[in-house]
């Protein structure tokens, strides 16, 4: 006998609820979410980073329905025909909701595509992974242009899923500086330096947000990035995946550990840790735990290639 939703007589489609039902609660769960956490207000101009995947464009279609004040912002790190069809798809649903969309591209800010810039800085001995220089690369330049564009904050796509996956992976590399940068407000909460990063689908799990996607047809590309395969994430998300079918809520768990602990330290906690807490990077002045940051690291093997 099919299940039947806990508010109606209708067939469950996710989360105990019918569609109908679940499309409420899960539209509900992240209005809650940005109330609780104070992510922003309707005065704020919101930037969301999307991808073309099922989390960032539910985020996106979410916000502009609950009229909050929202533009799409786009990297293209050239992954043949991954990119493609992600832009492509991003253009029309972006078209159809009349949102504007900003397009930026790995080739244009850097000269080479992601996988071109990870062999060079592999054959300059800097042996990171795709997913590692992509979302460093990424990261600043979706940061670069939020400011550039006046944004108040950038909204991401990130689920319950990605947000246990990291603090779990920071926990095992005993990295604080990292774990206390994630969170509903994530970053260097404070720094001048970054547009406020925050996320709406904090609460909501993989699960459900594919759910949501799913019933409201968007136009997504639910195929895994080709170049994710192998990556040191991918490990933790299948770890956490078979506990979680063990241990039903050990996700839902470790994010309001998270919350009760790490979350709530304060600067002055993180600069007692072991790695001597948040420097400046001599090159580009930017916060960062080491000498030099990730992105000068990588660019600067990109550089020397030129000469
Ligand atoms: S899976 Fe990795 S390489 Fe692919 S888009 Fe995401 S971060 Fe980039
Ligand atoms: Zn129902
Ligand atoms: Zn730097």
Redesign the pocket.
Known sequence: MPKKCIKCEKIVYCSDLCSEHFKGYFEKKIKRTIKKFDLFDRKDKLGVAVSGGKDSTTALYILKKLGYKVEAITINALINGYSRKNLANLRKFCKKYNIRLYEFCFKDEFGYSLKKITEMARKKGLNYSYCFICGVLRRYLINKYAKKLGFDCLVTGHNLDDEAQSFIMNVFRNDLILARRQGPISGERKSRHFVKRVKPLYLCTEKETTAYSKLMQFPVNYKPCPCREGAYRKEYADMLDDFEKKHPSIKYNIIQFFLRTVYKMKDKDIVKDEKGGIGI??????P?ANK??K??EILNALKEKKK
Do not use: L
């Open positions: 990077c001599r090159q580009c002045k930017e960062c030099i940051c992105r000068c």
